[in-house]
């Protein structure tokens, strides 16, 4: 079965740090591309930042650019997403998506999803 699991989420003070990853199960990440997505309450999902199969290629989005870092760790079939300076707009349910193919910001070209981990910041 495959499945991509978030962790790393919680409540965190404007101005604080946290580090989400994206495990895969059941399939390799090797080939695949992933992308980062956030939907905040009454909001649509947007995209976050993605990172090409074997890590060479990244994009974010623009409200993100210079906070958040996306890496990859093939060996370990897990990706991140280091975020920094979190601001209270940054709340949100973070998921992660593969896709085998070339890393993009929209999430319609994803196949597989994990259900989500909340990120709270607020003081």
């Known amino acids: 079965q495959l499945q991509l699991v978030e962790s790393g989420g919680g409540l965190v003070q404007p101005g604080g740090s946290l580090r989400l990853s994206c495990a895969a199960s059941?399939?390799?990440?090797?080939?695949?591309?992933i992308g980062w997505f956030r939907q905040a309450p009454g909001k649509e999902r947007e995209g976050v930042s993605c990172?090409?199969?074997?890590?060479?290629?990244?994009n974010y989005a623009d409200s993100v650019k210079g906070r958040f870092t996306i890496s990859r760790d093939n060996a370990k079939n897990t990706v991140y997403l280091q975020m920094n300076s979190l601001k209270p707009e940054d709340t949100a349910v973070y998921y992660c998506?593969?896709?085998?193919?070339?890393?993009?910001?929209?999430?319609?070209?994803?196949?597989?999803w994990g259900q989500g981990t909340q990120v709270t910041v607020s003081s």
């Open positions: 059941g399939f390799t990440l090797d080939y695949y591309a």
């Open positions: 990172i090409s199969s074997r890590g060479g290629r990244t």
């Open positions: 998506a593969a896709v085998f193919g070339i890393a993009t910001m929209r999430d319609y070209e994803y196949n597989y």
